[in-house]
């Protein structure tokens, strides 16, 4: 494996799998097309979607007081 840069991780993220081998990941300015010989691509997909909704949905629940709009107590 050979590291050739970093991806920025924001809550715009979107991933894409193209096949068994290769996926998309979609960021607001740029996307990256990568590959797993394994050919586990929907598996990474997962896996990178479940970081992002877990962190940014984490700080969203801090940033609004940790309730959502729609769940205010009265």
Do not use: Q
């Not at 799998?17 to 010989?37: E, G, M, Q």
């Not at 896996?47 to 984490?58: C, G, L, Q, S, T």
């Amino acid at each position: 494996m050979e590291l050739r840069g970093e991806v920025p991780f924001t809550k715009e993220l979107r991933t894409e799998a193209k096949n068994f081998r290769s996926f998309f990941v979609h960021t607001p300015n740029r996307s990256y097309i990568l590959f797993d010989p394994e050919r586990n691509a929907k598996a990474w997909c997962d896996a990178i979607d479940e970081v992002r909704d877990r962190y940014f949905k984490n700080n969203d629940k801090k940033e609004s007081g940790g309730e959502s709009s729609s769940k205010k107590k009265y």
